[in-house]
């Protein structure tokens, strides 16, 4: 079953480090990349897998075994550029399931184009999650 398998995690900030650490905590074999060792270093003893790469260079990607797996995280917010180039490399690798965060619409309109099969909004998606959850709230009140 597809939510047995192993899972790449690219991108350790607090979105990453969050949704590796909650994934290996039920039992999911988490593979977990960041191009800053302080953030790796951080996480060492938390995450059996957690390796120090730039996840910009397909070679590299190579190298750790990426391409072997089904499901992939793009973590990566902030920086742009390499939200975008890191989520191509991971369609040309043909990973089955990409996720990918996005910080605005555009970005997520972008990342769904270059193959992107999930996209997340955090901020957005969790005000969403928060109105349903306060206005179930209000609701025991009227
Ligand atoms: P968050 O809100 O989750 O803390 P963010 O939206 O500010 O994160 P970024 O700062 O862009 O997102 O990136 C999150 C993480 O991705 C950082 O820890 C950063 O080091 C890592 N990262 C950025 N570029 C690369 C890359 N090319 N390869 C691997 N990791 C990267």
Do not use: C
Request: proline share 2%; glycine share 8%.
């Amino acid at each position: 079953m597809a939510e047995n398998l192993p899972v790449v995690v690219i991108g350790l900030g607090r979105f990453g480090s969050a949704l590796a650490l909650e994934l290996a905590r039920r039992g999911t074999e988490v593979l977990a990349i960041d191009n800053r060792p302080k953030v790796v270093q951080a996480l060492a003893g938390r995450l059996t897998h957690v390796i120090t790469a730039d996840a910009t260079d397909i070679d590299a990607l190579r190298e750790l075994g990426v391409d072997e797996f089904y499901r992939a995280v793009v973590a990566i917010g902030g920086d742009l550029e390499a939200s975008i180039l890191t989520t191509s490399l991971l369609a040309e690798l043909e990973i089955e399931e990409i996720w990918a965060k996005a910080v605005t619409h555009q970005h997520k309109r972008i990342l769904e184009r270059i193959g992107a099969h999930h996209i997340v909004l955090p901020e957005h998606d969790m005000g969403e999650r928060v109105a349903h959850l306060v206005g179930g709230r209000m609701l025991d009140y009227v």
